[in-house]
């Protein structure tokens, strides 16, 4: 698994004494979901996934009113759990996709029994939808692609390495001569296969630039198949900004 930057924001996250819910935003395919469940693994007794376009019923759970109580009940009766107080993650998932659950935070929150993170892409799409937001209750923080460094990371280069050349670039010198033909090297095939996790673990197992490639249409195709979707929305700047980004 790829070793990501965020993973150090979520634990100290966990560690804050008075932690509010954690939205995590991002576009799709940069490694949300993965490197959650990750870090709920290691750091939870308990962790419980709901995905509101994968399973669109678990939205039933937020149509009652939103007290915790009821939300926990609900939640159970849709064989979600465990729930143990102080030992579980809870993970909203898509959440743009359900707007009440967003509006629920604040009482989730305040009840103090478990942790939340949210995820979700294209979240200020449907801004008007939630009846009340979390304001004071929901930290957020963004995810992106692999930066270059993840990439190094990904391909094995040594913490030392990399410390070595964040010292030189400090001190403005020069880089042993070896290690800045490897990192020119290593820097030209991040431009081509860029920092999308998908396509870093492919080239990674493989260095099969053909499958990279292959991969990066697929996910050009989701940027259209997105775009298809918002022609029956009333989003003209949103339609606007993604046929720019895929006649790029």
Known sequence: MLKRKIESDLIQWKNRRHKQALLVEGARQVGKTTSIRSFA????????????????????????DLEPKTI?????????????????????????????????????????RYDFIESGSLLGINYKDVSSYPVGFEEHIRMYSLDFEEFMWANHISEDVIQELKQCFKDQCPIPAFIHDKMMKLYYQYLIVGGMPNVV????????????????????????????SMQKEKKPKLKKFLRRFQNN
């Open 41 to 64: 693994k290691q750091h939870y007794e308990s962790f419980i996934e709901l995905n509101f376009e994968r399973n669109p019923k678990l939205k039933d759970i937020f149509m009652d």
């Open 72 to 112: 926990y009940m609900n939640m159970s009766a849709m064989g979600l759990g465990p729930m143990k107080p102080g030992k579980t993650l809870i993970f909203f998932d898509e959440i743009q996709s359900c707007p009440q659950a967003r509006t629920a935070i604040k009482f989730l929150v305040e009840d103090g």
């Open 201 to 228: 673990n492919e080239f990674i197992e493989t260095y099969d630039i053909n499958e990279v490639i292959r991969i990066q249409r697929i996910l050009s195709l989701l940027i259209a198949i997105i775009y298809q």
